[in-house]
């Protein structure tokens, strides 16, 4: 099937009328059988088409497609060149960079996906994005002080994130430590950091982002979540993805040349439990305690027993102890 046929078939459906077959074989330059095919291709990642006799063929809603031009007009001139893939599916963004980085530097690449068919999340969860629903991003970054350097790198990750949508009207939303953005309570989005090379030297990072954005329905997600369009937010999606670009360009090289420490206490104003009461889950325990923000390195505070203590990542989640839920 030809790929380039098959795009520019989901870009004549996208604006959701209906379109008869003769009409699309003619924009496609192809018979009516092989409109059929490509219709087939279309229902292949998962898009519900609506079939009227006499009316021909839509897409109920219509679909809002990333587009690569579209993205880039929104970057300024002087913003290091980014090179950007686009795929109508995937398995997952991050795993297509963490296997190229085996054989080639992968900075400032930027992956992005129409539809992920294994995506995952933080502690082995799946991340599910339906086609043309969220934004499925992965994007490559080289650092050159091993693992150590890396130390708040997913907060920043998330705060770049956070002031994208601020951007473009999402007012709201809270940064829950380490890597999720929420509003209302809700997951809105969450981060995915993978690293390769050495672990004290030079290493490339593979930054994983989701964002739920037309996402209306899903019975597959196994915890609270919220998409934009769900909470009265029009974002188009190219839109979206440029701001968080520039976003974490600027954030990116301010962590490269100072750390975590000069945005820690912009992080903490978004801090989702900034002083409320939390269950800390680690590995065979679980502490109760009061949230105080994390420290210069993004290691998460806690107040536990009258003691102040830091937690850094791996298998520990925050939750609200249940009597503030």
Not at 79 to 103: D, G
Not at 232 to 251: E, F, I, K, P
Not at 289 to 296: A, E, K, L, S
Not at 308 to 317: D, K, P, Q, V, W
């Amino acid at each position: 099937m030809s790929l380039t046929s098959l795009n520019q078939l989901l870009h004549l459906l996208a604006d959701g009328h209906f379109h008869s077959g003769t009409d699309l074989g003619q924009h496609l330059n192809m018979s009516r059988a092989a409109v059929w095919k490509q219709l087939k291709g279309v229902e292949a990642l998962g898009v519900q088409l609506h079939r009227v006799r006499g009316r021909g063929y839509r897409i109920a809603g219509g679909l809002d497609l990333l587009d690569l031009e579209a993205i880039q007009r929104q970057l300024p001139p002087l913003t290091p060149a980014f090179s950007m893939q686009l795929h109508m599916s995937l398995a997952s963004t991050n795993q297509t960079l963490m296997q190229r980085v085996q054989h080639e530097p992968i900075h400032g690449q930027v992956v992005l996906a129409e539809v992920q068919t294994k995506g995952r999340g933080r502690l082995g969860r799946q991340w599910q994005s339906p086609f043309g629903q969220n934004i499925a991003l992965s994007m490559g970054w080289r650092f050159t002080g091993g693992a150590a350097a890396l130390e708040g790198l997913s907060l920043v990750v998330g705060l770049a994130l956070v002031e994208a949508l601020q951007d473009l009207g999402m007012s709201s939303a809270k940064l829950k430590w380490p890597n999720d953005v929420l509003v209302e309570g809700k997951k809105l989005a969450g981060i995915l950091l993978e690293m390769r090379g050495d672990a004290t030297g030079p290493c490339h990072v593979v930054i994983g982002i989701g964002v739920n954005v037309h996402l209306e329905h899903n019975p597959n997600i196994d915890q609270p979540w919220v998409s934009l369009r769900q909470l009265g937010c029009q974002v188009q999606r190219n839109d979206l993805v440029a701001r968080l670009l520039l976003r974490l360009n600027q954030h990116l090289h301010t962590f490269v040349a100072q750390g975590f420490a000069p945005t820690r206490g912009l992080w903490q104003s978004y801090n989702q439990h900034q002083d409320q009461a939390v269950q800390l889950f680690l590995s065979g325990e679980t502490l109760s305690g009061v949230c105080r923000g994390v420290n210069d390195t993004g290691a998460v505070l806690v107040e536990v027993g009258g003691e102040l203590r830091a937690f850094n990542g791996g298998e520990i989640s925050l939750r609200p102890q249940r009597d503030e839920i």
